[in-house]
């Protein structure tokens, strides 16, 4: 089945807000209340800071429309892409905007918000129910020369009609459930599933003070010197501030200069800046709205791993991921730096500008030269984050850098396709030639610190010697430990004894990420081993205990105590509860229903999926898990029914054929079934699955030599698939082919050589060969 997770995405956009700063909730942390106060409180005593924030990135995060807000062309501008149609005007002083709406149908639109300031500008609308959607077109705000002031679609190659996740007024352009959470200050969702409806509320419009440094009540009190506030809270370093942050004070960073090697003066003892950054700063999914900065970040959020489709198989930046889990790669990172060491967080810029920032620490004599970069001096070639910090286009004009601070790989660009810095300004050559060149310049081929990406690779195509590579990584401290986290989560796919201890030892690892990914190795092995997450229940933080409960879930409860029963309870409950927290997703509404699945609740389940389907007609997995379900209850024909509304909603989805022709062959219907499976391979010829299952159901039909012509290219591009491999080895050798099958047989015996059974076919075929 299909695993949903939520994840951030990149669109920016609002709702009806009601709360202003005098009247925010109260906050309680540790039984002592905290409110927030509001910038302009703040600001009584910290003008200088609050000077240099006006107009930054975090000031101007979102704004009431207003004639100086609007950075837009209104002048009645039209803009039209794919079939849809944007005109932009005026109506006095109201900013509109006449365009398609939920039905399809022209309408006039008023603009209520302003999202962003640099490079683009998004624009908020208002719908009943607190909805605010953002438009899907939004203005470049660069100069004119640099390619801006000009409108364009942030979907500039697909058609995105009236009914799509990714039209404007769609689920994926919703501000109240994308946006709000890192562009406003102490949002509250306030999301009603009965009325699918939205009460939100915000502190503070924008990125304010306290959404860093956290409701600062108990600080204000003790700033006006209050006595009983003083004589009941205390006075302490921290200034009676919710978040204080302190770790760089005193702090001097100095250069070996036999080595280059910069160093610390004191170890970093604390991520409390970097975990508050990475509420927003990261990839990731958010379990409540009910917490605070300076709570831990992983009672709040999951973060996202090195996950396929998000990061290249070495850590580099791939989908829209923001920087958190780059920066985590880094040997910046490892070293102690953390982010206001390089960024002003008040003004959003780097404390010095370019290169500056780097030969801070790093000796301009000995990096700053062409002996190190060879490129000329001053060229594009020569700045540090050409090389080391490449970046990538989101949003069709805001490049942002990858954080993961590497030495370029251009040999891995060879080997395994991932991409490299020098070919991205050297795009008239290929890796290879990169990778030659380094060797040239440097005597040797350049590592750097990060040294996963051959396991990685291994782990996401369950290469069968993958558990040796990703095992390798997990043991090794020297590795960054989001990679060593992420090479975890494969190591299920390897069930053995050393696999079950790695396993086990790192639900009890000091570093929450280890523990998190060792709870879903777990997931996909029997239950019996399944049983050691339920020490994981009692974890400090809310996004372990979930994923244990989910783990779990559906365990008989053989061999546990009445606490620990309990406590299973009360961490399904709390799975439920954060599933209902984004009760608008499909993705959440699946989430609940394979959890009601496994645990036997099938009504509930069948509720559920229903429900993810009405949120989400395109949603894919919807469709898949939902069949899978119908088909163990022997309700085969609903799961086809299922099935084929959902090519008929998302034809172009490979894994809905895919499924589709699997139902057809439980039916016994193996000739009804040969052309969904087509559709799935060719839609997505690398996946293996689709290619080799479409193989079989080929050569059960009596067609060997098309099943032949379909596994040899998928041989090709995954040789240590054992699957394909032992397909291979059988059809040739039913079909008389016993050389071809022999060959296949001995690649095997090199991919499992104390298999006794691969020595006896390979005995066999020698036979029937001779």
């Known amino acids: 089945m299909f695993r949903a997770v939520l994840v951030l995405v990149t669109v920016m956009s609002f709702a009806n807000i009601t709360q202003a700063a005098d009247d925010s909730e109260i906050i309680t942390d540790d039984d002592i209340p905290r409110t927030y106060v509001g910038r302009a409180v703040c600001s009584g005593c910290h003008a200088d800071v609050n000077e240099a924030y006006a107009g930054s990135h975090h000031d101007l995060a979102m704004q009431h429309v207003s004639e100086s807000s609007v950075l837009g062309d209104f002048d009645n501008v039209t803009y039209k892409h794919l ?77 995105v009609p009236p009914g799509d996740v990714l039209h404007w007024t769609g689920p994926n352009l919703n501000w109240n459930y994308m946006c709000a959470d890192c562009h406003s ?23 304010s003070c306290e959404a860093c440094h956290g409701p600062a009540s108990r600080h204000v009190e003790w700033a006006n010197n209050d006595g009983d506030a003083i004589a009941e809270y205390g006075v302490d370093d921290d200034y009676s501030l919710a978040v204080r942050f302190n770790e760089r004070t005193g702090v001097s960073w100095s250069s070996d200069p036999e080595t280059g090697t910069v ?3 004191t170890p970093r ?20 709205d009910q917490t605070d900065p300076g709570d831990p970040f992983m009672d709040g959020y999951r973060p996202s791993l090195l996950t396929e489709g998000l990061y290249h198989a070495d850590g580099q930046i791939q989908d829209e991921v923001y920087v958190w889990g780059s920066f985590l790669q880094s040997k910046m990172y490892m070293a102690g730096v953390t982010c206001s060491d390089c960024h002003d967080p008040h003004t959003a810029d780097l404390r010095r500008p370019g290169d500056a920032t780097c030969l801070a620490c790093h000796a301009g004599d000995r990096y700053a030269t062409s002996a190190h970069h060879f490129h000329p001096q001053e060229s594009l070639g020569a700045r540090c984050v050409e090389c080391h910090m490449p970046s990538k286009v989101y949003m069709q004009v805001d490049a942002r850098h990858d954080h993961s601070i590497r030495i370029p790989r251009p040999d891995l660009s060879v080997t395994l396709g991932t991409p490299n810095a020098c070919n991205n300004c050297h795009e008239d050559q290929d890796a290879k030639w990169a990778a030659d060149t380094l060797k040239q310049w440097y005597g040797s081929t350049p590592r750097g610190l990060q040294g996963y990406a051959r396991a990685l690779t291994a782990g996401r195509s369950r290469a069968s010697n993958g558990s040796r590579m990703l095992k390798s990584i997990v043991a090794s401290s020297g590795q960054p430990v989001i990679a060593r986290a992420s090479a975890l989560t494969y190591l ?27 709870v879903d190795a777990l997931a996909p092995l029997e239950p019996r081993a399944r049983v050691l997450a339920i020490a994981s229940l009692w974890d400090d933080l809310k996004a372990v205990r979930i994923a244990a409960a989910r783990t779990l879930a559906g365990y008989s409860g053989e061999g ?37 699945f496994d645990s036997g609740r099938m009504a509930e389940a069948d509720a559920a999926y229903m429900k993810a389907l009405e949120l989400g007609p395109q949603f894919v997995p919807g469709y898949v898990n939902y069949a899978q379900m119908l088909a163990q209850q022997d309700r085969e024909m609903e799961a086809e029914a299922v099935l084929r509304e959902g090519v008929e909603k998302v034809p172009g989805e490979a894994a809905i054929h895919h499924s589709l022709g699997l139902s057809l062959i439980r039916q016994q219907r193996l000739d009804d079934a040969l052309e969904p499976l087509a559709t799935a391979h060719q839609l997505e010829p690398q996946t293996i699955r689709f290619g080799y299952i479409y193989a079989v159901a080929l050569n059960a039909s009596g067609r060997v030599d098309d ?45 499992i050589p104390d298999d006794a059974g691969v020595d006896q076919l390979i005995v066999d075929l020698e036979r029937a060969a001779s």
């Open 560 to 596: 546990l105590n009445s606490a620990q029963l309990e406590r299973l309870n009360r961490g399904i409950e709390e799975y439920i509860e954060v599933q209902e927290f984004n009760a608008e997703r499909p993705e959440a509404q699946l989430n609940l229903a394979d959890l009601y």
């Open 185 to 207: 200050t102490a949002y509250r969702k306030n999301y009603d599933a009965a009325t699918q409806s939205y009460a939100s509320s915000y502190a503070e419009i924008d990125v």
């Open 707 to 751: 099943a032949l012509k379909v596994l040899e290219p998928i041989h090709a591009m995954s040789p240590d698939n054992i699957d394909v491999l032992v397909a291979l080895i059988t059809f040739n050798r039913d079909a008389g082919r016993f050389k071809t099958a022999l060959d296949h047989a001995r690649k095997l015996k090199q991919l």
């Open 269 to 288: 003892t604390s991520s409390r800046e970097i975990d508050v950054c990475a509420r927003c700063h990261s990839r990731r999914s958010q379990l409540t």
């Open 492 to 518: 299920g796919a390897y069930p053995d004894r050393d696999t079950f201890a790695m396993i086990q030892m790192n639900l009890n690892a000091d570093d929450a990420l280890m523990r998190l990914a060792a």
């Open 83 to 159: 079939g849809e149609t944007f005109n932009f005007y005026r109506n006095g002083d109201r900013f509109m905007v006449r365009t398609a709406g939920l039905d399809g149908e022209p309408e006039d639109f008023e603009i209520s918000f302003t999202f962003g300031v640099y490079p683009l500008q998004q624009y908020l609308v208002k719908f009943p129910g607190g909805r605010l959607q953002a438009l899907s077109v939004a203005f470049d705000t660069r100069a004119r020369d640099a390619g801006g002031q000009r409108w364009f679609h942030l979907n500039p190659d697909d058609a």
């Open 263 to 265: 160093s610390r003066s």
